[in-house]
């Protein structure tokens, strides 16, 4: 029994792009595990686009890179904005 690529392109995909998140965004927080679970799926759901939409500029095996990356990229960032909606905690 064979595992296949995907168990080492998706962790290390979305964990560069997370790193990568994190240092432009310029702070950790409680977020970043959330960020995690986002890229992760990103990386996932952006393969399967490009993989559908015939995206072949970066590939690496059957991983589209560009479009993993990019729908990581934009999954964090609405993370990002989602959680700055949530409510402000007003300290007296």
């Known amino acids: 029994m064979t595992l296949g690529p995907w168990l080492l392109w998706v962790p290390l995909l ?6 990568v998140f994190i ?9 970043v595990p959330v960020l995690g679970g986002a890229a992760i799926i990103g990386v996932l759901i952006g393969d399967e686009v490009g993989e559908r939409v015939g995206l072949e500029l970066l590939r690496i095996g059957d991983m589209n890179i560009v ?4 729908a990581a990229q934009v999954l ?15 300290e007296e």
């Open 67 to 70: 479009a993993a990356s990019l």
């Open 76 to 90: 964090m960032v609405a993370v990002t904005l989602l959680a700055a909606l949530g409510p402000i905690r007003i």
């Open 23 to 31: 240092a432009i965004r310029g702070r950790w927080g409680r977020i």
């Open 14 to 19: 979305a964990l560069i792009n997370l790193l």
